[in-house]
């Protein structure tokens, strides 16, 4: 027969961890679902970004702006997005793990130094309690959240291409 103060230590240890290890049990819940969903989105992300700068070379197409502008995949989880003029941009696009990472550069010219001016835009996957997987910016004082790859294509798509 266990000793009576072994099963007061259990049962203060079951209440004072109790909660601590359901937070343990919910996160590593969540990051099971970014590692099983966060690629798909990643994709879907691109395939979105890759219909709204063909649209968008589309409607300049024949106008003084129009300017060669790519989306190329290096490697599977990185993506460069270019434009030589009338925005210049330079930018690449990378899943990591629980962030997809945007680093650029643009300016309103026809061209750039690619390594000066460089800005970083980090957005985390988030899982809400339905298990339902967003993105959200990281490091902003009031983050936009971003539901579907489509909107947050819209966002870094007018981010690199809008004045």
Partial sequence: MA???????AEEVKQKNHEAAEKFDRDQHYAGVIADRGKEFFVALVVDLRENIDALRRH????STAAETGVQTT???EVKITRARFPWVDARLVHNNDV??????KDL?????????????TYAF?????????VQEAFADAPLSFATPEDLARHITE?????
């Fill in 75 to 77: 490697k599977a989880d």
């Fill in 159 to 163: 981010l690199l291409f809008a004045a």
């Fill in 60 to 63: 300049l197409q024949g106008d």
């Fill in 3 to 9: 000793k009576e103060w072994i099963e007061n230590l």
């Fill in 126 to 134: 988030q899982v809400t309690a339905d298990d339902t997987l967003f």
């Fill in 100 to 105: 997809i990472l945007l680093d650029y550069a």
């Fill in 109 to 121: 010219g026809v061209g750039g130094d690619t390594k000066m001016d460089r800005k970083t835009r």
